[in-house]
């Protein structure tokens, strides 16, 4: 099971860690996507965290580079996102999925993605 949460309301320039966390699986052995979804768009990829076991590489959407980090924490089995100077079109509901191929790697596509979390809001408006 994936849990996305953290998300909210927030004023434009604030910021939001979002958390997704596993249980049943490793999420070190996959890699982990985070998607958006805003009102009337298509779900989009726009960050990745690969697995351990290929090189751990990140990766983050030039709509979010250095605004947004991904990062996981293997003991508490979760990944998270920092999300930083937030913009009214960070508005979107956000979910985090797994490619639960052995050794997957960003990027990730949501076509590819076997196992999805339940979203989280974020609304970014003043």
């Known amino acids: 099971q994936l849990q996305a949460s953290g998300g909210g309301l927030v004023q434009p320039g604030g910021s939001l860690r979002l958390s997704c966390a596993a249980s049943g699986f490793k999420l070190d052995y996959y890699a982990i996507g985070w998607f958006r979804q805003a009102p009337g768009k298509e779900r989009e990829a726009f960050s990745c965290?690969?697995?351990?076991?290929?090189?751990?590489?990140?990766y983050v959407a030039d709509s979010v580079k250095g605004r947004f980090t991904i990062s996981r924490d293997n003991a508490k089995n979760t990944v998270y996102l920092q999300m930083n100077s937030l913009k009214p079109e960070d508005t979107a509901v956000y979910y985090c999925a797994a490619d639960l191929r052995p050794g997957s790697s960003c990027p990730v596509v949501r076509n590819g993605m076997d196992y999805w979390g339940k979203g989280t809001q974020v609304t970014v408006s003043s």
């Open positions: 965290i690969s697995s351990s076991s290929s090189d751990g590489s990140t």
